[in-house]
């Protein structure tokens, strides 16, 4: 528009209706890279081999790791079920465990499961317009709980923080969220202990 000089800023193009970049490539998660994070194995196994739907996909803008730095991107995760546990990302901790995370709903319908490593459980919901402040030490992970809708969130956290998927790739989060009557529930996960 204007005849300046941008070397340093960056500008850079998300899609408010897919969360997907026309300059940029994501990160791509399909079911398959996601095994032990589903409580039920057999139903795990059942859908990779049906065909291994893509679970989630995000950007990593490859933003210097530095504290002053701010890593940020779209996180997308689609519909579906695996049993009857709902799709959501494997969910981690900060390497640099007291660093924050903040996620902004774009499209769909979903939570954001939060855990501190004491075991203290939170969970907000997600909808269009509304903001999770994740706070330092709490594991998250983004839980799609719509039928139809990819659940589409904007997030942005320290260059620093560093992703720790340690005790989520060996027992997982505390809580599990599950369809029970049509409708969400929040279940223990039997696989969990402090
Ligand atoms: O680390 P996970 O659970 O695979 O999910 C990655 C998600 O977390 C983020 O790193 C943000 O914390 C996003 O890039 C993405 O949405
Ligand atoms: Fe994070």
Known sequence: MFDVINAKSTLVD???HTGLSKSRETLRRPLSAMKGMYC?????EATVKAGDPLVYEFFDMGVPDSSGDVAY?????YPGKVGDEYHMTKGHFHT???TAEVYYCLRGHGLMMMESPE???EVQELTPGKAV????RYAHRSINISAKEPLI???AFPGHAGHDYGSIETQGFRKLVVERDGKPALVDNPRWSK
Not at 40 to 44: G, K, R, T
Not at 133 to 136: D, F, I, M, R
């Open 40 to 44: 039920d194995e057999q139903a795990f």
């Open 119 to 121: 075991g203290e459980v």
């Open 14 to 16: 998300f899609d408010l």
């Open 73 to 77: 991107g779209t996180s997308i995760t």
């Open 96 to 98: 640099v465990l007291d």
């Open 133 to 136: 402040y994740v706070p330092g």
């Open 153 to 155: 969130t904007f997030f």
